[in-house]
């Protein structure tokens, strides 16, 4: 029988760490409201987050949630779908964990196109040691660390995806939490490695890309005239244009994931037998 | 001279086909009966620079180098240049003078010399360059007494992949080498007799299989891994064999990337491990700290090169010892073992599933590319005893709000749950947290936190592999060594104990939690101790220092030149007597 569960059935005891009027609390309400109208089981839910103040995220959803080092959300995850390929496996980070010091790892999780979701919380800035720039800050931001204004112009991250092979690529604001939870809804759905990038404005250190600014620069991608989600040009023009930031699933396509295709008919790799240990005793033969 | 024990180097390019060459003879002198032992000393790259590859062959087991080299098979020149102070008096050169001759200033008159064309009777008489490996392999069966048919027989069997036409071929090489010295040379070099017992139910195997092969017995079924000389044996032998078994090997993007896989699948119930060497264990060092962290079982091997940096990538140091045992910010757990010899290797990577997942910490196999590449002779493995333990792992539904993944218990481990386990949802998180897996930063609980933590590996030593204790009647003055230097140190021992000077040795399995006992009680009972080791700063001199305090009758005898001890700069080093002896320096 199916599931009934509600956004609250996904919720922590443990209060937020957030500021008032964080992006981030957009972000986690339409996750719980995904994971809900998804009819997840929260046993079968693992959510690996990295560092910063989106990586706080892991504690807020009842999940089984791992909290790790900097930037290294994507192998724990990658790992985990491989290890229990009948979990639902999400990952959740920043600009700075997935653009800066897990860069490597978005690219070749991308590349591996393992079946599992991928929220890059975007508020183009480091809010948890205050506000210095971040991968995505904009070319002369002032900060902290950028006195003299940001010297490095921003990573188009979902462009980056997009060329290195990327199956579901959209991004969303974290002020549009109905569609916000149809793209995580997609993205969990989606066979293969799904990023969804969510600009989620940071109410304390950016006081240039603020909720406002976000509404007069976001629209969807739906209304490009003709747009085609599966038409890899049409999706590389959109993100790289001038101007607005579309919103939307960008792209979608299809190809073997990466736990299909390490694991093939392997039953998940949690109910491996490990006891019957003498069952290997006639490898050695080849030794002799 | 020491009768039926001989030491064979094959020296030339990389690339030429010695380490081929090397193998097949290894394991010619295995199925002849003899325990063998071999060494792989090989530049860092695919074609040229030179190589050698040591086979030892006796009638006793060996795990490591003898002084000297009795044959010296040298392909080249340079192989004769640079080894001829490593011969033997009384030993034998078989140089292809196809191409170079022997200048005057480099002989040796204590050596006997066979100076033959190798290469042309490859090219000329057979018509194939290639298989001047396999006449060279003729012309020491003939000069030292190998099985003829033993030696055919393996040619054969290596070959017959290739067809009829290579098999033939070679067989042909090797009759042309013994030929060739029948119908040149009157006698073939004294002292040699190479007829042993029969072959039995042994094997030969190398370092790097043996812990692969006793991590997948021990249960682990997920490997990631990035390659790094010289531990990538032991990921492609993992890649050949777990998915056979249930589990799968990932090759990662990097070395930061395997071990947060090994973590990510271990955190889901499924035993992991990864296997690196210096420079990869210095960039897992961040996610080696957040394993013990959230209480994680996970091993790393760590097959231990020449540094720092990219160092010596192909040479055999112990260098990495006190990287492994403090390395990483914050305090924390965890366990280090050493295997000293291949046998060990595979039991101790069983052990070291097994005490990964019942205290809940990262495991280390510390080996060395002395150990991890070479290959030697030992009896069949047993499977008596060998047990899959996997502690306090939960299974069964659990009731959300009473379990906590981190509840302080008596001995300090917690009961485990994996993600699907009903009502064990949690927060693991590298932040410190209270019992329950919630962050906090409150004083009390962290001091509770440190020492539950900590208190671990207290629980764990009981349980944790005992040193290898090797006592001489008599003996007032003792030996400490851990790893690939069990060879060499066993051999001093015995050649000490043969000349009226007796020694103990202690053979250190366990290297973290520090064996503190062991240590002290073996220095009592000895009036002078050598601590032998690969460093330049006695490594594991210090942490003996560090229990013991600094007395006077500890000893250091080092070597770093990223070559392995030859039993006779032990002998030495105890002989002298000195404070501090540098070895091969």
Known sequence: ?288 | MILNNIEVMFGGQAGDGSLTTGDMIAGVFKRMGLEVYTYKDFPSRIRGGHTNYVIRAGTTPNYGMADFVDCLVAFDLEAVQLHIDEMRSGGFIIFDNTDEKIPAELRRDDLNWYEIPIGKIAKEDLGLELVRNTVSLGVIAELIGMDPQILRRDVTNIYKRKGEKVVDINIRAIEAGEQYIRDHFASTPSGYTLTASADGDRLIMMGNDAIAYGSLVGGCRFMAGYPITPATDVLEWMAKHLPQHGGAVVQAEDELAAVNMIIGAAFTGVRSMTATSGPGLSLMTEGIGLASSLEIPIVIVECARAGPSTGLPTKTEQSNLQHIIFGGHGEFPKIVLAPGTVEESFYLAIDAQNLAEKYQMPVFILSEQALCQSKATLPRLSFEGVEVDRGKLITEPVVFGEYRRFAFTEDHVSPRVIPGTEGGMHLAPGSEHNDGGVITENADNRKRMMEKRMGKMETARPDLPKANLFVSPGARVGIIGYGSNRGPIAEAQDRLNQMGEPVNFLQLKTLWPFPDDDVKAFIEANDHVYVVENTYTGQLARLIRHVVGPIEKLHDVRKYNGRPFRPIEIIDAVRTGSAVSLAGV
């Open chain 1, 1 to 288: 029988m199916a599931l009934v569960m509600s956004p609250k059935d996904f919720a922590t005891a443990t209060p937020s760490w957030w500021c008032p009027g964080c992006g981030d609390f957009g972000v986690l309400a339409s996750l719980k409201s995904a994971c809900a109208e998804l009819a997840l089981n929260p046993r079968d839910v693992a959510f690996v987050s990295g560092i910063g103040c989106s990586g706080k995220i892991s504690g807020y959803l009842h999940s089984y949630a791992f909290h790790g080092v900097h930037g290294r959300a994507l192998p724990v995850a990658t790992a985990v779908k491989v290890a229990n390929n009948g979990l639902t496996v999400i990952a959740a980070g920043g600009d700075g964990d997935g653009f800066a010091i897990g860069a490597g790892h978005f690219l070749h999780a991308v590349r591996r196109n393992p079946n599992i979701t991928y929220i890059v919380m975007d508020n183009q800035t480091y809010g948890l040691t205050k506000g210095q720039s971040s991968p995505t800050s904009d070319l002369g931001y002032v900060t902290g660390t950028s006195p003299s204004g940001n010297p490095d112009a921003p990573l188009n991250g979902m462009a980056v995806a997009l060329a290195a092979g990327g199956t579901f690529i959209a991004r969303g604001f974290s002020a549009q939490p109905k569609k916000l939870i149809e793209l995580i809804k997609a993205a969990i759905e989606h066979p293969g490695f799904s990023v969804v990038e969510v600009m989620s404005p940071c109410v304390t250190f950016n006081k240039h890309n603020t909720f406002a600014w976000f509404k007069e620069n976001v629209f969807d991608v739906t209304q490009i005239e003709g747009y085609d989600h599966t038409n890899k040009q049409h999706a590389f023009e959109a993100l790289t244009a001038d101007g607005k930031i579309p919103l939307g699933i960008i792209y979608q396509s299809q190809r073997a994931a990466f736990d299909d295709l390490v694991l093939g008919d392997t039953p998940p790799l949690t109910t491996a037998d490990v006891y019957d240990t003498g069952r290997f005793r006639d490898i050695q033969d080849s030794y002799r």
